[in-house]
């Protein structure tokens, strides 16, 4: 399975913006669908977006969408996630994770469907 690493959370104003970048290691990068998670404090695990195997394709949740782009790179076997117009709802620990299938309904993304996840790195938005 693929070990994956995040990095680039952190604390910033509401309005403001994050790139969060996933590492991936292995040569198989390019056979994953990856996808981001988050969870805040007392809630469940979410979806946020998900990125086809070329990134030719993006699924993301609607709270999310027209704020946050999820890209990859297959070179560099990283994928990213560009937050912008940040709010405190936002605040959670993100995770990249890696899966098979990719689906353009954001309803059919779960943690299930996931192989290996990252550590996750912490966002926290302040009013």
């Known amino acids: 399975q693929v070990q994956l690493v995040e990095s680039g959370g952190g604390l910033v104003q509401a309005g403001g913006s994050l790139r969060l970048s996933c590492a991936a290691s292995?040569?198989?990068?390019?056979?994953?669908?990856m996808g981001w998670f988050r969870q805040a404090p007392g809630k469940e695990r979410e979806f946020v977006a998900a990125i086809s195997w070329g990134g030719g394709s993006t699924s993301s949740a609607d709270s999310v969408k027209g704020r946050f782009t999820i890209s990859r790179d297959n070179a560099k076997n990283t994928v990213y996630l560009l937050m912008n117009s940040l709010t405190p709802e936002d605040t959670a620990v993100y995770y990249c994770a890696a899966g098979t299938n990719f689906y353009y309904d954001k309803t059919l993304y779960h943690e299930s469907g996931f192989l290996s996840w990252g550590q996750g790195t912490q966002v926290t938005v302040s009013s």
């Open positions: 292995g040569r198989t990068f390019s056979s994953y669908v």
